[in-house]
């Protein structure tokens, strides 16, 4: 159902301890390296060759990010209202990506 989300510009990372009913709507994943606090105002999120700039960060983005691969990623051009466990990012153009694609944040 990942695709279906196109409309609201949102994807949601999960990492793999995510619960079936998760499944059918995240992107799956698995962390390289666990993260510590990457997720910043000005890094960036790539998905395959396509760079996205992170503009805010909710309140508990980083901790679910960390501790359960877990985080809203809406993309806007313009900067609002966050929820605690997102990310907004810009260009505000949905991304394009197939199964086994490399998912960075720097």
């Given at each position: 159902m990942v695709p279906a989300f196109?409309?609201?510009?949102?994807v949601i990372l999960f990492g793999p301890s995510a619960t079936?009913?998760?499944?059918?709507i995240c992107v799956i994943h698995e962390f390289e390296?666990?993260?510590?606090?990457a997720l910043k105002i000005g890094g960036k999120v790539i998905f395959?060759?396509?760079?996205?700039t992170i503009e805010e960060v909710g309140?508990?983005?980083n901790a679910n990010f960390e501790e359960l691969g877990h985080i809203s990623i809406y993309f806007?051009?313009?900067?609002?209202?966050?929820?605690?466990?997102?990310i907004i990012v810009?260009?505000?153009?949905?991304?394009?990506?197939?199964?086994?694609?490399v998912i960075e944040i720097r």
């Open positions: 196109e409309e609201e510009r949102l079936a009913e998760l499944r059918d390296d666990r993260p510590k606090d395959g060759d396509q760079e996205f309140s508990l983005a806007r051009n313009a900067v609002g209202e966050i929820l605690p466990g997102a810009s260009p505000g153009e949905f991304p394009k990506f197939e199964l086994g694609d």
